[in-house]
C-alpha cells in the first residue's frame, strides 16, 4: 500500500528540477538567519535576486510545466512583497545610504529615473531631518 507514496520517474525529475530554485531559498534563509533578522538594505537586492533566479527558470522551455507554473507563482508572491517595501521609505533610504549601494543600484537594476531620483530625495531629506 505504501507503494503509491513513491514519486513516480516524472516526479522525481521535476524534484530535480526544483532543487535549484530550492537552494536560492535556502542560502537565503540561512544568510537571514545568521544575523537574526535581515539588514534593510539586503531585503531588496534579496527579492531582486530570487526574482532573476525564478524568471530564469519560468523562460527555461526545457523544464517540466509544472515547475515552470511553480516558479511563476513564487515571482507572483515576491512581487506582493517586493511591493510593500514602498509603503515604507526605509528601504530605499538604506540602499541609498548604504556605501556599497547608493542610488547606482537602482540605476544598474533599470529602475525608472522619476522612482530614482525620488529615493534619493527622500533620503535627503531624512538626513537633513533626523542627522544633520
Excluded: C
Excluded at 515604507?88 to 525608472?112: C, N, T
Amino acid at each position: 500500500r505504501l507503494r503509491v507514496l513513491i514519486p513516480s520517474d516524472v516526479e522525481w525529475t521535476i524534484l530535480e528540477e526544483l532543487e535549484p530554485v530550492l537552494e536560492v531559498f535556502l542560502n537565503r534563509t540561512k544568510q537571514f538567519s545568521q544575523s537574526g533578522v535581515p539588514l534593510l538594505h539586503e531585503v531588496i537586492p534579496a527579492i531582486d535576486k530570487l526574482t532573476e533566479v525564478l524568471g530564469k527558470v519560468r523562460d527555461n522551455d526545457e523544464l517540466n510545466s509544472a515547475v515552470r507554473f511553480a516558479v511563476t507563482k513564487g515571482i507572483t508572491m515576491l512581487n506582493k512583497y517586493y511591493g510593500k517595501t514602498d509603503y515604507s521609505d526605509v528601504y530605499r533610504v538604506a540602499m541609498v545610504m548604504h556605501p556599497r549601494f547608493k542610488a547606482e543600484y537602482f540605476r544598474r537594476q533599470d529602475w525608472q529615473p522619476d522612482w530614482v531620483e525620488n529615493a534619493i530625495k527622500i533620503a535627503r531629506q531624512i538626513w537633513q531631518k533626523d542627522y544633520r
